[in-house]
C-alpha cells in the first residue's frame, strides 16, 4: 500500500504493526503530577505488537516498504547496544523474510541482556563498532554494507533511529490516528531522541501542540526535527517555533537523572504503566516540569506518548537498584 504525506507525494508502506494503539486515561498519575484527574492520557505505542512494540514500529512501516520495493534481501541498522530501533528492525526484517544486520557501539558486552537477548532472538547478526562517535558508527555501517554487498546481497541500510523521511510519515499516519482519538488534545509530550517520532507528530498536530523533550541522543535535535517536518508536509516549520525541552538530559544520552527516575517511579506505582530510563522516563521528567513551570496548567487535555522501550530497562545497570529502592518505599507500598 502507499500513503501520502499530505501533498502531492506517496511512499511505500508495509503494515507491521497493530493499529490503532491504545489511549488510556491516567487519573492517577495526572493528579500526581498537578493537573486534574482527567487531564492526562497514555497514548501506548509501546503496544505496538512488533517484536516487544514501540515507535520504531510506525517507522519500519515506511522503511521497510521502500526496502521490499527496491528489492532488499538484508536489512542493516545501528545504534547503540541497547537499541530499540535495532530490535525493532530485527522483527520487521523476520516478519518480512529479510536478513538483519545490526551494527552496534561497543565492544559488546559480557552477557546478553534487555534488547540484545531479543536480537539474539530474532536470529540478527550483529556487528560490533568498537567505541566510536557518529561518524565512526556511519564508517562501521558503510564497511558492513558493502561486505554484504560483495556477497551479493541487496543492501538496505536503515537510517540512524528510523529518522529520515520515511521514519517521519510514520508519525504523521502517528498524529492523525492521535487526533482521530482525541480531537481536543491541547498538549503532546513526547521524547525526542533522533527526532523522527516528534517531527511527524509536529506536521500532523502542528508544532504547538507537541512539546518534545531531548534526550540527549543527538546535538542538533531542533534543526533535524524542523528538516523532517519540512520533509513530510508543505508548510516550513522553523527551529525556533518548535515547543522543546532541553533541560531533562542530564548528563548525557543513557544516563538516568534523579527526575527521570522519579518518573519512571511515579508511572509504575500511580498507574502500573513501565518506562523505560533512557526515553519514556526523561519524557515524562519533562513534562512534570511543564506543569511545574506553568506551560502546561491544569484543565488542559494532555497526551504522554509512551514510546516504548520496555526491554531496555532490563538491559540497563541502574534497573535492579532502582527497583529495590522503589520496592522499600513506604509510599509506593502505600500508592
Known amino acids: 500500500m502507499t500513503v501520502s504525506d499530505g501533498g502531492s507525494a506517496t511512499a511505500p508502506r508495509v503494515l507491521l504493526g497493530t493499529w490503532p494503539t491504545p489511549l488510556e486515561a491516567a487519573p492517577r498519575l495526572s493528579a500526581h503530577l498537578g493537573l486534574r484527574p482527567g487531564d492526562l492520557w497514555l497514548k501506548r505505542d509501546d503496544l505496538s505488537g512488533l517484536g516487544g512494540g514501540g515507535n520504531k514500529v510506525r517507522k519500519l512501516e515506511f522503511s521497510c516498504g521502500q526496502a521490499l520495493n527496491r528489492g532488499a534481501t538484508v536489512l542493516v541498522a545501528s545504534g547503540g547496544a541497547q537499541s530499540n530501533y535495532a530490535r525493532l528492525a530485527a522483527a520487521a526484517g523476520r516478519r518480512l523474510g529479510l536478513k538483519v544486520v545490526l551494527v552496534l557501539r561497543g565492544n559488546g558486552p559480557r552477557g546478553r541482556t534487555g534488547n540484545l537477548s531479543l536480537d539474539g532472538l530474532l536470529g540478527a547478526r550483529v556487528v560490533w563498532a568498537g567505541d566510536v562517535d557518529a561518524a565512526g558508527l556511519d564508517l562501521a555501517v558503510a564497511a558492513t554494507a558493502e561486505e554484504l554487498t560483495e556477497q551479493g546481497e541487496r543492501v538496505e541500510v536503515l537510517p540512524f533511529g528510523g529518522s529520515d523521511r520515511n521514519g517521519a510519515l510514520g508519525y504523521l499516519e502517528g498524529g492523525r490516528e ?45 534543526a533535524r526535527v524542523a528538516a523532517l517536518v519540512g520533509a513530510v508536509s508543505d508548510g516550513r516549520t522553523e527551529a525556533s517555533a518548535l515547543r522543546l525541552r532541553r533541560d531533562q538530559a542530564g548528563a548525557g544520552y543513557g544516563i538516568l537523572t534523579p527526575a527521570a527516575s522519579s518518573a519512571l517511579e511515579a508511572a ?38 509512551h514510546t516504548g522501550g520496555l526491554p531496555g530497562l532490563f538491559g540497563h545497570e541502574v534497573a535492579g537498584e532502582l527497583a529495590a529502592r522503589v520496592a522499600q518505599s513506604p509510599d509506593a507500598r502505600q500508592s
Open 268 to 305: 509504575a506505582v500511580c498507574e502500573g504503566v513501565i518506562l523505560d530510563p533512557v526515553y519514556t522516563a526523561k519524557a515524562l521528567a519533562g513534562l512534570a516540569a511543564a506543569v511545574a513551570d506553568g506551560d502546561i496548567r491544569p484543565g488542559r487535555r494532555t497526551v504522554f506518548v
Open 178 to 222: 492521535l487526533h482521530d482519538q482525541l480531537p481536543d488534545v491541547e498538549h503532546v509530550v513526547v521524547a525526542g531522541g533522533s527526532g523522527g517520532t516528534m517531527a511527524g507528530l509536529v506536521a500532523a498536530l502542528g508544532a504547538e501542540r507537541v512539546l518534545g523533550v531531548d534526550v540527549g541522543a543527538v546535538a542538533d535535535l531542533p
